[in-house]
């Protein structure tokens, strides 16, 4: 397989002039010995040129697991390394508002209480948010309310196990 994309990789930068991106999501759950095969495609010409880029995305934990020995040579290929920290309580409230405002919402959805209740529970991690605000409405769907409140919150986030 990698045999396949270092030739795709070639032709795209060397006949078409194109830099390929590419893009691995959840990589903490990758297997090592696909760690360890992701070195190969830097093994070729990267001394004189930089045919494509590689984004490696995932949880803190693949922070960690770069650090063991048998990855080190991946970790020593990587030139830039960034981790996003989970949003503030003020950022998570801006957030939602950001959000609800681009859905059209007329009204303040969520409530001072029910923001505040999403902080803590999702610890201001954009993901979780996203999961718990989409159960969080539509249990106020459910009920017809016209806001989500701290309870709805709780329940929602009882159910999502968090």
């Known amino acids: 397989m990698f045999r396949q994309i270092q030739q795709a990789i070639t032709t795209l930068y060397q006949d078409r ?33 930089n045919p494509f880029v590689l984004l490696l ?7 960690d ?17 960034h981790h996003v920290e ?3 309580k003020e950022e998570v409230k801006g957030y939602i508002t950001h959000h609800m405002n681009a859905a059209g919402a007329k009204h303040p959805i969520f409530t001072d209480s029910a923001m505040e209740a999403i902080a803590a529970a999702t610890q201001g991690y954009p ?7 989409t159960h969080a409405l539509l249990h106020g769907y459910l009920r017809k309310a016209e806001q989500i409140d701290a309870d709805m919150i709780r329940i929602a986030a009882q159910e999502n196990g968090m």
């Open 57 to 63: 995305c995932g949880l803190p934990y693949l922070r």
């Open 17 to 49: 002039k194109i830099t390929p991106v590419l893009i691995l999501d959840e990589m903490q759950m990758a297997r090592d010995q696909f760690l360890s095969d992701l070195n190969l495609l830097f093994n070729f010409q990267m001394d004189s040129s």
């Open 86 to 88: 989970p949003l503030s």
């Open 65 to 81: 697991r770069l650090t063991l020995n048998h990855n080190r040579p991946l970790a020593q290929r990587l030139l830039v390394s």
């Open 127 to 133: 993901r979780l948010i996203n999961k718990l605000g």
